[in-house]
């Protein structure tokens, strides 16, 4: 499915609507360049599985895990990852093979340990549509 959003909130709700859908076992490969929305798609999913807190980037942490919604959530930003090896080091199995939601942000850094099996979401700008325009590609 190819959406297109012209504002954060319509990407926010968009990652909203995406969550309902969500099931126990879920790994979402969340993909595109700085600045293109990654984190807000994020807060939107948060919303849509009904947590409350504050959704940011785990840039430094890694991952942030949210657990008070239908679903717990694992939110996982690997910009920071040297080495894919560090993710055993978190135990990112635990994540990713539990009974929760996981969203990978810049999974391509950690391409090796990405099983097979995932929901892919594509999110680009063109700035010839305007500043705020995102082109987000869900594949299945």
């Excluded at 319509?10 to 076992?25: F, M, Q």
């Amino acid at each position: 499915m190819i959406y297109e959003t012209n504002c954060q909130e319509e990407t926010y709700n968009l990652g909203k609507e995406i969550a309902k859908s969500a099931n126990p076992g879920d790994i979402i490969r969340l993909d595109g360049d700085l600045g293109v929305g990654k984190t807000v798609f994020t807060q939107g999913f948060a919303e849509g599985l009904g947590i409350d807190d504050y959704i940011n980037s785990p840039t430094f942490t890694i991952v942030q895990v949210y657990d008070q919604g239908r679903l717990p959530l694992y939110h996982f930003d690997a910009y920071r990852i040297g080495d894919f090896e560090e993710m055993y080091e978190i135990g990112y199995e635990e994540y990713f093979f539990g009974n929760g939601v996981t969203i990978v942000e810049w999974a391509s850094l950690i391409e090796e340990i990405m099983p097979e099996n995932v929901i892919r979401i594509t999110i680009e700008k063109d700035l010839e549509k305007g500043l705020d325009y995102r082109k987000i590609v869900v594949e299945e």
